[in-house]
T-cell receptor, first 116, second 110 residues
């Protein structure tokens, strides 16, 4: 199956700093990637859809200036949490779709962000 | 509102027993998918069942779909300790994005 690599797996940062998370499709080209946020023992909350070569589409309630998404190539999407605060602490997961809308997703291994 | 709702929220069984998880959804769908998540990890796709299918098998997994009741079930037969994980259903509404349910936390005791 398709492989999605996500780095870093864990990051601890000070409040006010920015953190960049990378999501790469290793053996396929992903025109569309998705970024999710997950709280402990909760479901995945879709934050935004990342489209190669164009602006990301953010879900309602997600601050686009806070969570910057860049999808500069067919194999790389990045999520930057700007001016992180403790309430941004969460598990962030990216995924990529192979096939059309609504088809199965391949997930990265996730990034646990802890903001002190 | 949540598209997919799963029950039970948590399930604890002994190794060798079968585990059944249910998922209900609200709108018409193209397909329904089940994913597994080990603690602190990403999700792994298990199986996809399309709206015109009623049952699908993959190894020890059996998925059913009842579009009239807007529900699906995932059965894991002869469970193993390694099956311990959270299981999520995800639905693809017509023309829409994949939406995940709340998940069932399965614990299989050796």
């Amino acid at each position: 199956g398709a492989v999605v690599s996500q780095h870093p797996s864990r990051v601890i940062c000070k409040s006010g700093t920015s953190v960049k998370i990378e999501c790469r499709s290793l053996d396929f080209q992903a025109t569309t990637m998705f970024w999710y946020r997950q709280f402990p023992k909760k479901s995945l909350m879709l934050m935004a859809t990342s489209n190669e070569g164009s602006k990301a589409t953010y879900e309602q309630g997600v601050e686009k200036d806070k969570f910057l998404i860049n999808h500069a190539s067919l194999t790389l999407s990045t999520l930057t949490v700007t001016s992180a605060h403790p309430e941004d602490s969460s598990f962030y997961i990216c995924s990529a779709r192979v096939g059309g809308r609504g088809e199965k997703l391949f997930f990265g291994s996730g990034t646990q962000l802890s903001v002190l | 509102s949540q598209q997919g709702e799963e029950d039970p929220q948590a399930l604890s069984i002994q190794e060798g027993e079968n585990a059944t998880m249910n998922c209900s959804y609200k709108t018409s769908i193209n397909n329904l998918q089940w994913y597994r998540q080990n603690s602190g990890r990403g999700l792994v796709h298990l199986i996809l069942i399309r709206s015109n299918e009623r049952e699908k098998h993959s190894g020890r997994l059996r998925v059913t779909l009842d579009t009239s009741k807007k529900s699906s079930s995932l059965l894991i037969t002869a469970s193993r300790a390694a099956d311990t994980a959270s299981y999520f259903c995800a639905t693809a509404p017509l023309g829409g994005k994949l939406i995940f349910g709340q998940g069932t936390e399965l614990s299989v005791k050796p």
